[in-house]
């Protein structure tokens, strides 16, 4: 494993895939290509798809100064702006169709939270400031409309017009979620990024708080993980253990300690007790993470955002302990994900996940849930990680 590993995959692989699906007659990309690489510019374009879009490319051309990526950051910026968000009631809609034409207009607080995170990616690179006001406009929606003050949890769903419905777009594995970690997890990896550029008193106590909600009411110290799905008080309601979550949540907490300048012993302890829980426990015979333990059920699909999460999340353990055993750890998910995750195709890019039986799952390559974003930002961590710690 070297720094040059991860450069060459984000630019010689990963990147060059999406900007192949630039439309560029509708805007933004097309929204589906099949486990066969046949594209569909008919496929539908998502609003977290569109948010993690801009936020790769962005992210890119800041590691990189490439004007090709600002280029694919603006066409990326255009279609959220003129399409994504809705100028009448303000946020950012959940599906569109290819021609740009709202079709699902629920909005859902872990959308609202990608748009701030993108557009605060976007600021960055361009100091646009309508850019910067869109963010800000998103977090006070949050804040104003999503955010319960009584419960101190952050909501899910809602209709076009922001009224609060079921969370059928967050919940799985059979349940219907009030609470869930995934959308408190975007929301403070999205107001970290924010802080970066609007360094509010307001935004800082926001961001502080979520640490401390991950704290007090997410994770359990007794098995070291964090709780999935959650009724209106706070209460879990399914016995899940999602890997993936933890090790991403590890490293998203400590970037935030950072980024507000918050020491703590108990949450960097607990940063570190879930990296060593997830490299204890969660690494399979074949060196790859496992998916999720559900009831004591190990569901032993290798998911391709989990093995990105995972090498990050571990490298970071590594850099605030000097342990060498996330370093082997990286090594082995690496290692797997080279040989099984990384499509050999020509014109492939990453399988969404390997089956038990060490068959390709048969599922989209391009569709809304999967974008350049999470192997995008690993290599862009790596690069910037072990970049420093050369110097």
């Known amino acids: 494993m070297n720094i040059n590993e991860f450069k060459s995959e984000l630019s010689d692989h990963i990147l060059p895939f999406w900007i192949e699906l630039k439309d560029e007659k509708h805007g933004g990309f097309y929204g589906e290509v099949d486990y066969y690489l046949n594209v569909n510019k008919e496929g539908g374009k998502g609003g977290i798809a569109t948010a993690r879009f801009l936020w790769s490319f962005s992210a890119a051309y800041n590691a990189t100064q490439n004007k090709k990526y600002l280029d694919i950051a603006k066409h990326s910026y255009d279609f959220l702006v003129n399409k994504v968000i809705d100028k009448k009631n ?4 959940w599906m569109l169709n290819f021609q740009g034409e709202s079709i699902d207009t629920r909005k859902h607080i872990y959308a609202q939270a990608f748009g701030v995170y993108a557009l605060s990616e976007y600021y960055m690179a361009t100091k646009d400031e309508e850019a910067l006001n869109y963010a800000m406009d998103l977090f006070n929606i949050i804040e104003n409309l999503g955010y319960n003050i009584e419960k101190n949890a952050y909501k899910e769903e809602f209709d076009m017009k ?26 403070l990896e999205a107001y970290t990024n924010l802080y970066k550029i609007w360094p509010s008193e307001n935004l800082k106590q926001r961001l502080e708080n979520l640490i401390y909600i991950f704290y007090e009411k997410i994770y359990n ?15 879990e309601i399914i016995d899940l253990k999602s890997y993936g979550h933890d090790i991403e949540a590890s490293w998203l907490i400590d970037e935030a300690m950072k980024v507000v300048e918050l020491k703590d012993e108990k949450i960097s302890k ?6 060593c829980n997830i490299e204890e426990n969660a690494i399979d015979a074949d060196g790859a993470i496992l998916n999720e333990k559900e009831n004591n059920v190990i569901d032993h699909t290798k998911v391709w955002w989990v093995q990105s999460e995972a090498i990050v999340g571990f490298y970071n353990a590594y850099e605030n302990s000097q ?16 040989k099984n995750i990384i499509d050999k195709r020509s014109n492939g890019e990453w399988v969404w996940s390997v089956e038990t039986d060490g068959s390709k799952t048969i599922r989209d390559i391009a569709e809304p849930w999967k974008t350049p974003y999470h192997n995008s930002r690993l290599c862009l961590e790596m690069m910037k990680r072990m970049g420093e710690n050369d110097k």
């Open 323 to 338: 342990d060498e055993k996330f370093l082997e750890a990286i090594e082995k998910v690496w290692d797997y994900t080279k």
């Open 270 to 275: 607990m940063i570190l007790d879930i990296a």
């Open 221 to 235: 110290d007794e098995t070291q993980h964090l709780k999935v799905f959650f009724d209106k008080n706070w209460e």
């Open 90 to 93: 303000k946020g950012i809609y």
């Open 162 to 187: 922001w009224n609060e419905t079921s969370n059928e777009m967050l919940s799985e594995n059979g349940v219907i979620a009030s609470i869930t970690t995934n959308t408190h997890l975007h929301v």
